[in-house]
């Protein structure tokens, strides 16, 4: 601890990066992906899940009557996008497992 038992720079940064950390695991439990070590798939699950929050808010707009034909080409655009950034998952995991393959 700092002067006047105040908390040090590097100690507030070490308890922001372990609260992020348990949210990030939190949210890959969520969806069973807790095994994953490769930080840019936990980034592109972390997009997903963003992009996908939007569409929920957004659905309920619609829901309710309050969409455009816009806001409806826009929720379909979110979608769109998390598909792509799953299809980047896909194709670096197919790449681990073939070169694991590969190497045996």
Known sequence: ????????KDEK????????????M???RK????DLQDPSDIESV???VNELAG???M???LALGGGSERD????????QRAMIEQNFIIIRQLDRITKLLASK
Not at 13 to 24: E, G, P, V
């Open 1 to 8: 601890m700092g002067l006047f038992g105040s908390e040090s």
């Open 13 to 24: 940064s070490m308890k922001k990066q372990a609260k992020l950390d348990q949210k990030n």
């Open 26 to 28: 939190a949210l890959l």
């Open 31 to 34: 969806f069973g992906l807790e």
């Open 46 to 48: 972390k997009n997903i």
């Open 55 to 57: 569409t929920g808010l």
């Open 59 to 61: 659905e309920v707009g």
């Open 72 to 79: 409806i080409q826009k929720n379909q655009m979110y979608y």
